[in-house]
């Protein structure tokens, strides 16, 4: 069967760096994304990974291993409205988009 | 870029009532729409895929006649939830993507529909 992993939960300091870690099992891969989904509201598109490698937007960073099944958000600076879930997803071979549970991140001043 | 409108925001009616949930990408052409429904504290969980004039492919276990799905065009979908029932109350989101490899899905703002 197909599964992603990610913690329920994780809880970091304002001004700090966490990392978010997904890992995957999957009928192939087409890509991995990254999204932010605050309470209440629909996902947000925050990157996007198909080769190894890390790939950085500003505060936030995203690193693929394809030969491990894993990937990690990074999130550096944090601040407060960082508070939300992350939710990592998987594009198998058929282009069907995989999701994990999402990973709640709680920042404390 | 990649906007995505999804209207209502929130609907609250009476329970057999049927209740339809608007998608537009309003600056791009979207050869793909999703539809999810998402409890509380509960992640996506995808309930149909449509592509532009062809029928929606629905996941198992979610009915076609009662969620009915509409791509008329490469900017509009439409979800009709039928004769709606309070165990239909949840909080639905669409999708849209223009295609291609690197692609995000882009989301609408969702709508919160309550059941009576």
């Known amino acids: 069967g197909q599964n992603i992993d990610q913690p329920t939960e994780m809880t970091a300091t304002e001004g700090a760096i966490v990392q978010i870690n997904c890992t995957y099992q999957?009928?192939?891969?087409?890509?991995l994304f990254w999204y932010q989904q605050h309470a209440g509201e629909a996902p947000t598109f925050l990157s996007y990974?198909?080769l190894d490698g890390l790939e950085e937007k500003g505060r936030f960073s995203s690193f693929l291993s394809r030969s491990k099944g894993y990937s990690y958000l990074l999130l550096k600076e944090l601040q407060m409205k960082d508070s939300a879930s992350y939710l990592c997803a998987v594009r198998d071979s058929n282009y069907q988009l995989i999701w994990g549970a999402g990973t709640k991140l709680i920042i404390k001043p | 870029g990649a906007v995505v409108s999804q209207h209502p925001s929130r609907v609250i009616c009476k329970s057999g009532t049927s209740v339809k949930i608007e998608c537009r990408s309003l600056d791009f052409q979207a050869t793909t729409m999703f539809w999810y429904r998402q409890f509380p504290k509960q992640s996506l969980m995808l309930m149909a895929t449509?592509?532009?004039?062809?029928?929606?492919?629905?996941e198992q276990g979610v009915e076609k006649d009662k969620f009915l799905i509409n791509h008329a065009s490469l900017t509009l979908s439409t979800l009709t939830v039928t004769s709606a029932h309070p165990e239909d109350s949840s909080f639905y989101i669409c999708?849209?993507?223009?295609?291609?490899?690197?692609?995000?899905?882009?989301f609408g703002d969702g709508t919160r529909l309550s059941i009576l």
């Open positions: 999957t009928s192939g891969f087409n890509g």
């Open positions: 999708s849209a993507s223009s295609g291609g490899d690197s692609q995000p899905q882009h």
């Open positions: 990974n198909v």
């Open positions: 449509s592509n532009e004039g062809s029928k929606a492919t629905y």
